[in-house]
Structures are given as structure tokens and as C-alpha cells.
């Protein structure tokens, strides 16, 4: 892997693959017009302490797990995006000469990486993308530079090579979010040059992005997720890890689940964006959000959006980048509708096939 390795290798067309801490999502698209088509896709649970905080800890489990997705899915392609957390990844915006070559940016940035990334280079894998014009020289060009720690990099490629698929895109979460938002964007009201908080809850961790005409302005990650309400099911009803995973999606748990694990984790839940949204509000120039978008296997809660749009009086909805798309026959409908909210990183990734 040479220095500029990862972000930005082009493929035409690839699978997105979501690599969480409970489970492996794939999707793959096609386009036929202004309309994506949904090929295959397919969500696998993950062995536990596979993946810990966004950290691969069993690269040959994960692998397993992504081969018999991918087969599952019957896909079309063996190429594949993967992406990094955010946290994982150091950016920063630099101005350079607007007359470079894209080679003399990688040179000069490969000698001059040292003054912006705190780990050794040997370590670190660097990529850079060209955003366009300075807006306060013409003579320059403003470009992101990413930098990554290249184990993170390369576990996931690892994964992807031993599952029988060619990694060539490894994204960086945000980025990918930030891409399927233009398909939910559509779903909003009056977007205009709105403020825009995004909170995709997972099994473990919740990510609030606030972006502003379509670009990423703020992320911030926690470790909060709907585990908690698994493990509580679990220590309440003596229950195993599996037996309350199946419990909590197929009901038939005591009268009092309601009132004492499902109101409980709502009102922690709401507390939880509450308080990522105060980080939001005293690190920028914002001291307000127009609307907020619930994403995440949490995100389609019975109640959760009334309760949240009650208490921290904002219009909300349920994330569903699937909403426009036509959806192939040999693909479970009713799994992917039940799935769309937490589609929304791997739908980021399909879409690196049509860029």
C-alpha cells in the first residue's frame, strides 16, 4: 500500500459494504436515468467482539461473515467500498498552488505531511481530494487532506480480500452518510440553506452530523445504542445475549417491557442527542437545528419520533434512502424496508459507483 492509498481509488461500479460492531451491511445499486435500483443487498449479525468501537478485532470472523453475505446477496461485482469511523481520521482543509499537477500535490504533500498529521508517516495512511478555488487567492486551490492510521486501513481491506472481494474504495463514514443524505434530503421540508442533525444510533454507538446545504459541518460519535436495551432485556428477564436479541425483535416479552426498558431508553435517548446537539451549538456559530433525522436500527421505534419532536420541539423524521428506488425482485422487500434507517453509511458507499 503506497502512501496515497486510501478515499479515492476509482471503481465503476462497487458494492457498499457497512462494517458496525453487531453486524455487516451490503447494498448494491444500479442506475438506470435519474433512478437507482436496488440489486442486492443483504445484513448479517456479527460474532460478538468481532468488531469492538468501530475496531476490527477478528479480521477472519469479519471476513466470514462478509463472504456469506456477499454470496447470500448473489452480488454482480467483487469490487467494494469500505469506510472508516470519522474519529478514526485526521482532515484538514490546506490551500496549494492551483497550477500543481495532481502528481506534484501528492509529491509535495507526501514531503510536506509531517506539519499536519501527529502520528509517524510510516504509520499513516495519507489520501487528498481537490474541493476547487480559494476563496481568498485565486492562485490557489483548496484541497482535504485525510490521514488515517494505515492498520485501520488495511484490516478492512484484509477482510475484504479474504472474503473473495477487491477493496477499492476505502471512504471515511461521514462522507458516506453525507452522500446518502441527498437521497433523504428530497424527504424534508422546505430545506433551502436549513440546518440539517442527523443521529444514527447502532448497537453501540450513536453519531450526530449537522450539515448545512448538504455539507458536513459537525460529527461528533458516543458510545450510546440500542445494545442497552438488549442487555436490559436480557439482566431483567434472565435471558441469554441471543434469546433477547430474538425477544426484543419478535416481542412477546412481559407487560411491563414498556414501562420499565423501552420509556427508560427513549427519554436516555432523547437526552443523549439533546446533549450532543449543546456540543454542537457551543463549538459553531449555530445556536439551532431545523430538523433532525433519526437513523440507526433505533431510528423506527414505535413512538420515538412523536416522543423526540415533543421534547426537543423539531420536525423529525425516520431516514429512508430507499424511499425513490426501485427495488430488484430477488430482494426482500419487507427485510429492506425494516433495514432502511440503518442503511444509510453502506447506501454512501453503493454510491461511489456512479461518482
Known sequence: MGIFAFLDKQAKSVVGIDITSSTVKLLELSKTGSRYKIESYF????????????????????????????????????????????????????????????EGME??????????????????????????????????????????????????????????????????????????????????????EQVVAIADIGATMM????????????????????KQVTEEIQRRYGLSLEEAGQAKKQGGLPEDYES???????????????RSLQFFFSSSQYNYVDQLVLAGGVAAMDGLVGEVEEKLGLHTIVANPFADMVVSSNVNAVALAVDAPAMLIATGLALRSFE
Not at 448538504?214 to 440500542?226: A, D, I, M, N, V
Open 43 to 102: 445484513v448479517k449479525p456479527l460474532p460478538q467482539n468481532t468488531v469492538v468501537e468501530k475496531n476490527i478485532n477478528d479480521v477472519n470472523a469479519l471476513a466470514e461473515a462478509i463472504k456469506k453475505v456477499a454470496s447470500q446477496a448473489k452480488v454482480k461485482t467483487k469490487d467494494a467500498a469500505v469506510a472508516v469511523a470519522g474519529s478514526a481520521v485526521i482532515t484538514k482543509v490546506i490551500e496549494m498552488p492551483a497550477d500543481l499537477s495532481e
Open 107 to 192: 509529491f509535495q504533500l507526501a514531503v510536506e505531511a509531517d506539519q499536519y498529521i501527529p502520528y509517524p508517516l510510516d504509520e499513516v495512511a495519507l489520501d487528498f481530494e481537490l474541493i476547487g478555488p480559494s476563496e481568498n487567492n485565486p492562485d490557489q486551490v483548496e484541497v482535504l487532506l485525510a490521514a488515517c492510521r494505515r492498520e485501520t486501513v488495511e484490516a478492512r481491506s484484509e477482510a475484504l480480500e479474504l472474503a473473495g472481494l477487491r477493496p477499492k474504495i476505502v471512504d471515511v463514514e461521514v462522507f458516506a452518510v453525507e452522500r446518502a443524505f441527498k437521497l433523504i434530503a428530497e424527504q424534508l421540508e422546505d430545506l433551502g
Open 207 to 226: 453519531t450526530l452530523s449537522v450539515l448545512v446545504e448538504g455539507k458536513t459541518l459537525y460529527t461528533r460519535e458516543q458510545l450510546f445504542g440500542g
Open 260 to 274: 420499565e426498558i423501552v420509556e427508560p431508553f427513549k427519554e436516555a435517548l432523547i437526552q443523549q442527542i439533546s
